[in-house]
């Protein structure tokens, strides 16, 4: 059984940083794409960022040149650093993995970490 479990967040200044991380655990498996979601209040899920296993990036417009994400291969964790944060960066953040085991290809999802950005 394949867990992600993310952590960071907070409540922050706008200008702040902030630091999510997540970890994959359990065994017999190997994953792909890592990637960080956000849900902001009343709004869809959305892409913010994603790397590949070999560390290629994309992030969403929104979030270019403020947001850098990075994975460690051998900790099976993916971290997002949130740099000059702004208000309509507060959502709900999810790290989602695809991950290859025995039963397949399958998405994965974190619990979610409210991210908070006020005066």
């Known amino acids: 059984q394949v867990q992600l479990v993310g952590s960071g967040g907070g409540l922050v200044q706008p200008g702040g940083s902030l630091r999510l991380s997540c970890a994959a655990s359990?065994?017999?498996?190997?994953?792909?794409?890592m990637a960080w979601y956000r849900q902001p209040p009343g709004k869809q899920r959305e892409l913010v960022a994603v790397?590949?296993?070999?560390?290629?990036?994309n992030y969403a417009n929104s979030v270019k040149g403020r947001f850098t994400i990075s994975r460690d291969n051998a900790r099976n964790t993916v971290s997002l650093q949130m740099n000059s944060l702004k208000p309509e960066d507060t959502a709900v953040y999810y790290c989602?993995?695809?991950?290859?085991?025995?039963?397949?290809?399958?998405?994965?999802w974190g619990q979610g970490t409210q991210v908070t950005i006020s005066p």
């Open positions: 989602n993995a695809v991950i290859t085991n025995r039963d397949g290809v399958r998405n994965y």
């Open positions: 359990g065994s017999g498996f190997s994953i792909n794409t």
């Open positions: 790397i590949t296993s070999g560390g290629n990036t």
